[in-house]
Each structure stands twice: as C-alpha cells, then as structure tokens.
C-alpha cells in the first residue's frame, strides 16, 4: 500500500493534493452531504417552508406503491439488459478467439457501441422502431405484432431494453475475449487429447476459467443498467407510457427535477446511494480475487 | 576524494519499546583513496551502512563525516558521493547519454563538460558505442556499466557500491571485478563496496570491514582478516571451504577433542575449554607412524587442482584439502595430520573471540 | 492482455473447417452492431418524407450531401432551435477535452502525493478521493446543480465541466502504476539530486505516458457522451452538446420530426468516439482493462 522510498516533504504533498481535493470537497462532498440533509427534510420547492421530518421522506418512500413497482421493475430490467449483454458477448468472444486472420477488424468493428451514448443509442433504436415510420417497426406489424411503444408498457421496455442491451455487449466483448486469451491453450490440448469434444471442453474447462470475468460483468453490468442507461430511457421514452420504464434512477430525476419533490428524490437518492455502494464493496471484494487468479 | 568517518553509528527501526536495533554502534575509519570492502551475511546491516553513509536511511544515532564534514542531516545529493545499485536503477527512458548525463545536468553544469565528461566515461567503459541505446536494449554487463559510468561523471569524493555484482553471471561477475579493479587503480576515488561474497571481498579489497548481526567482526586487510581472525564468525565467513573448528580442552601440549587426544607443536595459550582452528588447506599429511593426528575419511569430493577430504578428527567433523594429483585416500581410511603451530587458531568457545598464545 | 492482432487463437485441433462458422457468427454480431448506425446512415441520405413514409427504403438516397450542409451550418429549425450542429459539436469537443485533460491532471498530481509521500493525513486524503468512485453523478444530480447554480456557473464551461472532473478513476489507476516504478529509482533520482518535482517531471511523467494516453481515451469518450449533467446545467441552446442536441430534436418522436436531419446529426455524433475507438485501439483497450482493476 504504501512505497518502501518516500520522499520527506511534508506540506508539498497537500499542494499537489489540493486541486483534486478541492474539486472533490465542492462537487462531490458537499453536494452528497446536501442530498444527505435534504433527505430528512420536506420543503417547498422555493425552499421557503423548511422542516426536519427525520425519516419520515424514506418512510413515504417506501410505502410509495409507485416507488416500490419502481423497484422491481428497475431489477427486471438490469437484469434483462444484463443477461441479453453477456450472452452475445460470450458467444462472439469465444468466435472471435477462434479465428486467426481478420479479429483485430472483427474487434475494432465490434467495439464501436461503447463510444456511443446511451442517450444517442437510445435515439437510433427509437427511430427503428418508431410504430408509424420505423424500419424494424413495419417489419414487425408486418408478422403481425401489435407493436407500439408509445402505448403499450412492455413494449416500450422492450425497446430500453434492446437499446441499453445492444451498447453494453461491446463492453463484455472485449473483458471476455481478453478472459478467453488468458487461458493457456495447453489446458485444451490437453482436454483434446483427453478426448473432449468442443462443447464438453467448453462448458468444463473455459466457462470455469472465465468465472471472474463473468461475475466481474455481472456486477460492472448491474451498475451499468442501474444508472448509465439514463440517457436511454429519458431520450427514448421518458419513463412512460405510464412509468412502465421508469426505473429507480430516473424516478429521482423526475420527482426532483419534474414534481419538485425535493425530499423525497433526496430520500431516493440516498437509498440509491446505499445500493452503489453495496455493489461497489462486492465488486472490489471480488476484483481483489480476481487479481489473484491472473 | 575524502576520509569516511563513521563514529559510534546505530540504526534502530521504530521506537520505545518496540525499537528494533539493526546496527548496534560502528566504528570505522576510511582513509582517503582507499577501497574498503563491507563483507557479512544476508541480514547482517552491510547495506543498511552503505544506505546510510549515502544518506538513504537516516541515521538514529552516532556520526558519519565524510571528507571532515558531519552528513547526518545532509542530502545525499549534497553529500558529494556516487552511488551504484545492484539492480543498476538505470532510467528506462533515457539512453545511455541521458542516464550519465542526467546528475550533471540538474547541477546545471555547461552541457560542453557534461559531453566531455560522458564521453570520457564511456570511452573508460568501452560504452562509445552504446550511448544511443535504452537500457531495455543492453545486456546485464553493459547495464552495470552504464551504471557505474554514472557514477563516475559525477566526480564524487566517495564512491558507493551497493552488492553490483550480484545479478551478473559467474563469468562477468569475474570480469567485471577486475574492471573494477581497474578503475580504482585510475581513479583512485575512496570506495565503499558491499557484499555478501567473501571472494569479491578478498579480491577487490585493501581493507575488508566483516559485519555480522548488526556489529563489525574486525577491520583489516585481506591477509589479516584471512590470516588473524579476531572472531569464530570471521574465521569461518572468509576463506573456502571454512576453516574448521574443533571443541576440545587444552592441558600442558595437548588438545583432547572427543576421546582423542591431539598432540600440539607448542601449548595452547591457556588451559581450560577452546576452540582450535585450523584451515583445511593448513593441515598436512604425515606419513611417520606414531606421528600426527588420526582423521578418519568418510568422504571425498574432486575438485581438479584439489581435492576435499571430508573426515572426522577426534569424533569432530573435520575437513582437509589436498593436491589433486595425489592418490586419494580411500573412505574408511585413517590418514594422520600435522600443522605448523602459527597456522593453529584458538577462540574462546564462549565468547569466540580469539585468544592469542 | 488483450492482443487482438496477435491472437494466437485456439484454432480448433479436431476441427478446423469450423472456422467459416465463426467467421459467420461474427459478421452476423457486426451486422446487428452495425444496423442501426446504417439505418441512421440511410435515413440521413433520404428526404423527409421519404423517411415518414413507412417503410423506409433501405438504400440510401442521393440527399446526404443537403442533409449534412443544412445541419452543420445551419442547424434545424423544428420545435427545438438547434445551434448549428458544427456548433454543437464544437461544445462537445471543448467540454471532452476539457473534462479529459483536468481528470488526468489531478489524478496525476493526487496519485503521486499519495504515492510517493508519507505525511499525516495521507490515508484520510487516499480515502476522500477513493470514495468518489462510489457514486455516479445521476444520484446526486440535484444538489451538485444546486452548488453549481450557487456557484453562479450555470450555462458556463466551467460548470459544466468542472463537477464531472471530481471523480478518482484516474487517480487509482495512476496510484497502481506509481506504486510498480522501482525505489532504486528514486534513490538513484535523489542522488543525482532530483527533488520530487524534478523526479515528477523527468521520471514519472515520461515513464507514465502509455497509460497517460490510454486513460485519455476512456475519458474523451465519456466526456463526449455526457447527456444528464449537460441537460440540466445549461438553459441556452448555444451551450448544448450534440448529445444533447440530439435528444431535443427528437420533439415528440414522430413523423415531424425532420428525420433524416436528426439521423445525420446522430452519426455526427457518434463519428469522432467511434473515430476515437478504432484509430486508437490499443490504449482504448488498455485503458478500459486497467481502469477496472
């Protein structure tokens, strides 16, 4: 943790700390310690009315039916989002290991989603599958599905789903492929010789090895769906129709920015907190693990 | 080119009640020009004193002067001294050229002397030709090269040398010691090598200081340290294969080792409990019945100009070192040894300081 | 490591006429990766109506090249008065730029206080800084836009910049990399009679530049792609980012919008990122895999 040769000084350090700090202290700290404070009080949006209510913002929360369908709908959905992410990855990483000319252009080709916006991402699946004027759309109705996200709830989830889906995959490529590299290929030989056909070999030996990394994606995939595919949602469909996408994170948004709810967004934003940071200690805990198997 | 004086120096990590004293209070003097070398087993502070006389670890107690003056709270880089690492701490991004040129240049010296300098340097170190290179580009040997090329630009009253040789081959590490050699025998700069090999000691050194836990052994040339040892640590840390140390009483001219009982040249310096030393290339063979010690053989090993006899001497494990073209002698066999009186060693096997007769 | 270029793959050894299926199930998962940008493409060589009228042609159209003057000089002129794109692009680049060079900045200079000093208060300082990684800027959006609002730095650069600046990716990975420069080093560098900003500036700083330049790419891309921070802090339409922009062309999401205008504003868009991605490739991938450690 801490080098065997350091230098003496004693105040430089604090100068070279002093911006980040600062920085940190004003955008970070102190804002985190005013959704803190707010979330124990109830105002009125012209913060004129001002009054300690303890918890009673998290105790409405909870018993918010809206806030708790907000719940489970934002677990489906991160899971959802995350599963349809890691499967296709996997399953083009194990191809894109396999093929000896042409994977840096398969990869590069395949990177490409992660530079895009969610919120951009958003934008170009809703223009595919726009009920009256989208690509995908018409060839739906044309099979004969009512498609209309506008209107139907679990269309409109379907339609965040596939777009935060089809960003993310890029992500788990490359944490795959890198997975898959590491593996000395003298264990497949071996497996080979030993008489394992490809799938065997597979599911017994690679998927094993590849463990950290897929629980590593899990969780960076959990968080990913949890909170950057805001810019999804908010440009494609707002959280409707009806809040049927309205997910944990983006309620926050709404009740504080839209209703001027401030306490209660507050009180969301703290519970959301906790939830980050019980991700976050999984993940070390485990990134630390991981370490140790490379 | 300066003295080294270190007075009373001790080193102890953390404090109060949990102190740990690594070097217990060291006294040595360092004249100007001379090549001293620190010698002493893994853990035994050698480097610890080199780091501290460097100014890279602080020192909790006593002196050190170099060239007169105090360096305690001194900078290392104000302390006029030159340091060569045993993993050569070469910038990886600069070429050979930078490397040497690097200490010069932040003194601000002109860059027409830091290129004559330089130049001068590795025309010494035969490094003409690689001043281009990075050091990811160079072998071992060069790296060490570059290393003490470093070194040398800077002109520095004293020079440090902390175990450079250990990460060399056999065969550059030979080559390599008489290049250093060599460059002292030019440039003269006082020099304070460490290491923990005995052979690197006794070659390069006028003066070889043996630490051992903490605590200097004895001063003095390789001759002397070879030839007198103050201590049973000495006696066995210099010289291969070690001298041997055998556990007996001395009454009038004889010396009983185990139910044996050896006959001296002269009487042991005192009477009581001892210690006798005696080298395995100091012992010879006599072939006079009634004459000599009985050493029985176990076993042998063949060295090409020699050969090891390992043995026993009075139930006491002892081993001899005889010419190589002899006949060996068989296992099992008794042979019979003698030794001049002023190649026997005696130690108090209590303290194992020597006891002179 | 990744070494895409280099895969020494693991040709099948009982079955090497597998590898045509690879090779399909690839260009299968490039052409749905691909699909939407080509779609977006099309539309944006297709006149208005064409695009309304369902369903789209899939080939593009002869009107790409109005489409792209008219947007990046002029800006659409629906329910959202955009700033011509150029404009917004420019802002996005600015603010990229901005966030990406502060980031790494900081974090050099926080790493290697932390690193190479040992001073009271260090673990405190290490901790301040570690903990912001913990939370994303969405779940404290509304204070930070009140200290920001506070701070008087509301439709500024500054503002807009400055609160996505606080956060410590950098510094961790800097903090991992300082940690492995060998201490002879550094004595070497005391000896020579390098003080600490000299060894920074000498040493550290050209050793550090591989992961200096990986970092950056991760960062420009976030930058670029910033979408809830920019959306609230600025009221003035010639402050948005494309990203921005974007979203508020799409109005109501239907057929008035000017699609194929908004379709050539996405693939504006996406074209420095992606451009980003594929020329940098190597420290994009070295960057990300480094930065989840």
Known sequence: ?294 | MAAISLRQVVKRYGSGATANPVIHGVDAEITDGEFVVIVGPSGCGKSTLLRMVAGLEAITDGEIAIGGRVVNDVEPSERDIAMVFQNYALYPHFNVFGNMAYGLRIRKLPEAEVKARVEKAARTLELSHLLDRKPRQLSGGQRQRVAMGRAIVRQPQVFLFDEPLSNLDAKLRAQTRLEIQKLHGELGVTSLFVTHDQVEAMTLAQRMIVMNAGRIEQIGTPEQVYGQPQTTFVASFIGSPPMNLLAGTAEGSGFTVGEQVLALPSPAPRAGALLLGLRPEHAQLTEREGEGWPFAVDLLEMLGAERLVYGRLGGSAFTLRIDGTLVPPKAGSTLRLTAPSQRLHWFDPATGQRVEA | MITAGTSSASPDPLRPGLAWLAHAVLWLGIAVTAFPLYIAFVASTLTAPDVAQAPMPILPGAHGVDTYRTILLQGLQGTYLSPPVWQMMWNSLLMALIITAGKIALSLLSAYAIVFFQFPGRMVAFWLIFLTLMLPVEVRILPTYEVVSDLGLINTMTGLTLPLIASATGTLLFRQFFLTIPDELVEAARIDGAGPLRFFKDVVLPLSATNIAALSVILFIYGWNQYLWPLLITTDNRLDTIVVGITKMIGTGDATTDWPQVMGTTLLAVLPPALVVVLMRRWFVKGLVDSEK
Request: proline share 5%; hydrophobic share 55%; aromatic share 16%.
């Open chain 1, 1 to 294: 943790m801490q080098r065997r040769v350091v230098f003496p000084h004693k105040l430089l350090p604090w100068l070279l700390l002093a911006p980040q700090l600062v920085v940190t202290l004003v955008f970070f700290y102190w804002p985190g310690g005013q959704a803190l404070y707010m979330s124990v009080l109830q105002q009125d949006p012209f913060g004129a009315n001002v009054q300690f209510v303890g918890l009673e913002n998290f105790r409405l929360v909870f018993a918010d039916e809206g806030y708790l369908q907000a719940f489970w709908r934002t677990l489906y959905f991160s899971f959802a989002v995350t599963v349809l992410a890691m499967v296709p990855a996997l399953v083009l990483a194990v191809m894109a290991d396999r093929v000896v000319r042409g994977s840096v252009a398969y990869t590069t080709a395949m990177l490409i989603p992660y530079a895009i916006a969610p919120a951009v991402a958003g934008v170009l699946w809703l223009f595919m599958f726009n009920p009256s004027i989208g690509v995908l759309a018409w060839w739906l109705k044309a099979l004969g599905v009512d498609w209309n996200p506008t209107l139907d709830g679990s269309d409109a989830m379907w339609l965040v789903i596939l777009a935060s889906a089809w960003k993310q995959v890029a992500y788990n490529f490359l944490f795959f492929l890198a997975g898959l590299q590491s593996i000395p290929k003298s264990l497949l030989e071996a497996a080979a010789i030993d008489g394992a056909r490809p799938m065997r070999r597979f599911w017994t030996i690679v998927f094993p090895l590849l463990s950290p990394t897929t629980f590593f994606l899990l969780v960076v995939g959990l968080v990913y769906a949890f909170f950057d595919t805001f810019g999804v949602i908010s440009a494609v469909t707002q959280g409707g129709p009806a809040a049927a996408t309205e997910t944990l994170v983006y309620k926050v948004y709404k009740d504080g920015v839209h209703n001027l709810d401030l306490g209660g967004s507050a009180a969301q934003s703290v519970v959301l907190m906790l939830m980050v940071v019980a991700l976050t200690v999984l993940q070390f805990r485990f990134v630390e693990r991981r370490v140790h198997y490379a």
